[in-house]
């Protein structure tokens, strides 16, 4: 040991002794195991859950379930867990990134933790990088589990979703060779089409890192609890990501986005701005210059509804309309040309009231600056409108808990630790390295180097030595393919263009000069062995003594964890193995950092174009150079994340709301009243607590218990504003109560007697014991006490309409369900639009000496306290003047015409892992013409076609 390895000790060595007792643990059970039959090792399930009711932490019975997973895959599959193996999945459990060298199982690993974080009933997500991927694990892997009685889902694009079936009737006795071909060939016949809600609710769930987070965007989209498909209160528990350095860092930076087409016809915008100039103040609209704020009158709106030709504005027209209507008169009455706006080169440009400057880039939200547009009769912008959006970085760090393996991790430690709080734990080999990294060949020219390629792909073949060649791209995938095809040698090609024999390529490319060209190899999830398979031993010998498997690699990537990747293929499980890379001075990386002074040194000595160098110091400064890409790649990262992070705390109060306002509904529909009560706690603390169904339920005070509540506290907060508003001056007799009167009358109606008497509180009474305070405070009572009434007869009105007592309840709570439903959603979407135009020109304040994040999180924050306080506002001068007997108008996140954006998968994009025909019951091709296997319905009990359901 050195003298630094003693003052400084290895971190990773201390956490692989912590876990030697574990192991040690592990394999005292296994011969005790292997006595129970296999009804007694199906029974470890159940024992197992029981003792984590009797209260006992999975790390308590971790021992044993790891040795009962064992013994079951040794059973089903034929597989035995190394040591190592088991020391990768204490890391995974602990929360950890295990790296294990590509060829050391991961795969296997991973159902030893899967299975121990099962058993607490809360499912576990295993996180693939394509779907191929999530279909062959869950197949191959479920054996395990179903033998275990668990169950297992798989998830994949286009909403199909698979349940894993045992009940498919399989040979008594499987081959050796049956079992190699598992490890690459999806058993498409073990999985029964189901719901997505059933996937989710199966104990673990098969899926890729798009899927997981547009179904979590979209359980956040849905009218009703019921249409959700991730489990309620356990959505996020416990996860694990293979090739986690790919998901969490390579697709890091694209956001998820879920868009729709802006539905708003622009023509609408023009029809409106129109109308609004024909509009009279006092008459059909209230101005209030002080709070800047303009509403209709009953007289503005029954014109609206004349000339629209709707009987009711709020319910045929629905929210969305009433909000374009207001902004259409909003831009007329409250934005003047010159002084909020120039118009300039047709373009509405904004100017900013503190400095009067130009805004060149920005953007009034909410659909405003398009009314605009069409007041100054100019183009009106359109966009696609973002309705849900997260990254993966916010969505992975959700989880409870998170864990994931990768061959290569190491490289990017700090990020993992910095971003996510996830240690990497480098697991040894189970066998010891035989490979041979040989030093960078460098080359003058591009032509140079492909023909020292062919060269040397020759020499290999001649001693039936196979090569992998590995690209950056599937363009220089192509043009080499080419150069070898002309020189004759056979291969084969592995990228977009050649997708559907993925697996058995790769698992081919171990057999005697076999010469295979791939791109990116990370996610490949299949290994490569000696010989092909199936194994054939003299084919394995004649291999190891050439000398193994020689990974070539053409070009340095600008990722020293991508090179590792390439070169990890070679020489698993202790096989011999050779790489080596051949880089030309013309080579991306090599010319931006030192390539042209290497190739003047070349072309000055007349070095020949296919003549190499071989120097440690050149491979040293490539190094050098990848670290400081990486870091460059951090740095955006990192500060991509920090903006986000702005938008995930607002997006998961939005969220909240949203979700609390769904659950009141549910409960409220089956008639589940909650009650209130206060309790002291032992540390004297008020909580608040709810009655359900007899059992006493921990609420957040803030939070209603009934919609009614929570819309009355929205028109108490804005009673309360606009008295405070309109009454905050230390004269009393400059209250304008007359203003209060014109405001409240447009939220609910007002007789003459009532106008009386709230003017009346602005006269000074000359009574010296009552205060100001005692005055407004009484304004304001007595108009909630007017809100109330009106509430209560609104609700008698539509409840007089309603034929049968049973639905009376029911489309009570459906209406105040929607109206705060869809508030929410479209001025959220609203927002989302704001945000963006705020993002994307807030990096010029840099300019200005000021910090672009800083300014952003005050103007968002102020944003964000603005669309609250909208959303109120929405509720409150929508509620009074919605209807019965009509179709309320929906959402906007109820539209069906989504568009779906997720990260480019490197795999899908250069490896071409596509989708595959999806398989009805019977593992035969659904057409577009065929029923949908999901077992959809038309309203006349017909099977939905494929094409009008899933296939769209």
């Not at 668990?150 to 979703?161: K, M, P």
């Not at 050779?578 to 390539?595: H, K, N, P, Y």
Request: with cysteine.
């Amino acid at each position: 040991m050195s003298f630094l390895e003693k003052i400084f000790p290895d971190g990773n060595k201390k956490e692989l002794k912590k876990m030697q007792p574990i192991v040690e643990a592990v394999n005292a059970l296994e011969a005790e195991y292997e006595k129970l039959s296999d009804e007694e090792i199906k029974n470890k399930t159940v024992e197992f859950k029981q003792k984590l009711k009797e209260g006992k932490k999975l790390d308590d019975i971790l021992p044993e379930a790891f040795a009962t997973v064992r013994e079951a895959a040794k059973r089903t599959l034929g597989m035995r867990h190394y040591d190592v193996q088991i020391i990768g999945a204490v890391a995974l459990h602990k929360g950890k990134i295990a790296e294990m060298r590509t060829g050391e199982g991961k795969t296997l690993t991973s159902t030893l933790p899967v299975y121990l974080n099962a058993l607490e009933g809360k499912g576990v997500h295993v996180v693939t990088v394509n779907d191929y991927l999530a279909k062959r694990d869950a197949v191959w892997m479920a054996k395990i589990y179903d033998f275990l009685g668990l169950s297992v889902g798989v998830i994949q694009n286009q909403r199909v979703s698979f349940v894993y079936d045992s009940s498919v009737v399989r040979p008594e006795e499987i081959s050796a060779e049956e079992i190699e071909l598992e490890s690459f060939k999806v058993e498409n016949e073990f999985l029964r089409p189901s719901s997505r809600k059933d996937a989710y609710a199966c104990d673990i769930t098969y899926g890729t890192n798009n899927e997981y987070g547009f179904d979590y965007l979209r359980d956040n989209m849905v009218q009703t609890i019921e249409e959700m498909v991730m489990r309620p209160g356990h959505e996020m528990h416990y996860c694990i990501i293979d090739e986690i350095d790919s998901i969490l860092i390579d697709e890091a930076r694209t956001p998820l986005i879920i868009s729709s087409a802006a539905e708003e016809a622009t023509q609408q915008y023009y029809q409106f701005a129109s109308w609004a100039k024909q509009l009279k103040e006092n008459e059909d609209y209230n101005v209030d210059e002080k709070l800047r704020a303009s509403t209709l009158t009953a007289v503005g709106i029954t014109k609206f509804e004349k000339w629209l030709g709707v009987e009711n504005l709020y319910v045929e027209g629905g929210i969305s309309l009433v909000h374009h209507i207001e902004q259409a008169l909003k831009a007329e009455v409250l934005f003047k040309r010159d002084k909020d706006y120039i118009v300039d080169n047709g373009e509405i440009i904004i100017i900013d009231e503190f400095t009067g400057r130009k805004m060149p880039g920005r953007r009034y939200s909410e659909g405003l600056h398009q009314a605009i547009e069409a007041k100054e009769n100019v183009n009106i912008q359109r966009e696609s409108r973002t309705l849900a959006t997260i990254t993966f970085q916010n969505l992975f760090r959700m989880y409870k808990k998170l864990s994931g393996m990768t061959g290569t991790a190491k490289t990017e430690e700090e990020e993992f630790y910095k971003i996510y709080a996830l240690e990497v734990l480098v697991v040894p080999t189970n066998k010891s390295d035989a490979r041979t990294d040989f030093p960078d060949r460098i080359y003058r020219t591009e032509n140079g180097k492909n023909k020292a390629i062919v060269e040397k792909v020759k020499e290999c073949q001649q001693k039936g030595q196979p090569v992998l060649i590995g690209t950056i791209s599937v363009e220089k995938n192509e043009v080499l393919s080419q150069y070898l095809t002309i020189n004759g040698i056979q291969h084969e090609i592995l990228n977009a263009k050649n997708h559907e024999r993925e697996g058995e390529i790769i698992a081919q490319a171990g057999r005697p000069s076999a010469v295979t060209l791939a791109t990116n190899m990370a996610g490949r999830g299949v290994d490569i062995k000696l010989g092909g398979v199936p194994f054939d031993n003299v084919n394995f010998e004649k291999i190891r003594n050439a000398g193994g498997l020689f990974v070539l690699g053409t070009e340095r990537h600008e990722s020293r964890r991508i090179d590792n990747q390439l070169r990890g293929r070679s020489a698993r499980q202790g096989d011999p193995g050779e790489t080596q890379f051949f880089v030309s001075t013309e080579d991306d990386l090599m010319r931006i950092f030192a390539g042209d002074r290497l190739k003047n040194v070349m072309t000055r000595f007349n070095v020949p174009e296919d003549m190499p160098i071989e120097q440690k110091f050149i491979t040293k400064m490539l190094e050098g150079a990848q670290k400081k890409v990486e870091s460059h790649h951090f740095d955006t990262r990192k500060h991509l994340l920090e903006y986000d992070d702005v938008l995930n705390k607002q997006r998961s109060v939005i969220y909240k709301k949203r979700r609390h306002v769904l659950n009141l509904s549910e409960k409220e529909m089956k008639g589940i009243v909650l009650e209130a009560k206060v309790v002291e706690n032992e540390k004297n603390v008020n909580e608040e607590f709810v009655l359900e169904n007899n059992v006493e339920v921990k609420v957040e005070k803030e939070q209603s218990l009934s919609l009614h509540d929570m819309i009355m506290e929205m028109i108490e907060s804005e009673i309360e504003f606009i008295v405070s508003f309109h009454t905050n001056t230390e004269d009393d007799t400059q209250w304008n109560v007359e203003e209060v009167y014109e405001t409240v009358k447009t939220i609910f109606p007002l007789t003459p007697e009532d106008k009386k008497t709230i003017l009346d509180f602005g006269k000074d009474t000359g009574d010296q014991n009552i205060s100001e305070v005692e005055r407004r405070d009484k304004l304001v009572e007595f108009l909630l006490a007017k809100a109330r009434h009106e509430y209560g007869e609104m609700i008698k009105n539509i409840q007089d309409q309603i034929a049968t007592d049973e639905n009376k309840n029911n489309i009570i709570v459906e209406l105040q369900k929607s109206v705060l439903i869809r508030t929410i959603d479209n001025l959220w979407v609203d927002y989302l639009v704001a945000i963006d135009y705020l993002r994307t020109g807030i990096g010029l304040r840099g300019y200005g000496q000021r910090d672009p994040l800083v300014e952003y999180k005050q103007e968002s924050f102020h944003l964000f306290n603005q669309l609250l306080a909208n959303i109120q506002k929405e509720v409150v001068y929508t509620f009074f003047k919605i209807n019965i007997g009509l179709q309320l108008a929906p959402s906007i996140m109820a539209t069906d015409k989504m568009t779906l954006k997720g990260a480019e998968k490197t795999t899908n994009a250069e490896a071409g892992i596509v989708e595959g025909k999806v398989l009805d019951e019977e593992g035969h091709k659904v057409g577009r013409n065929d029923p949908c296997p999901c077992g959809a319905t038309k309203s006349d009990g017909t099977p939905k076609k494929y094409k009008h359901c899933h296939g769209k």
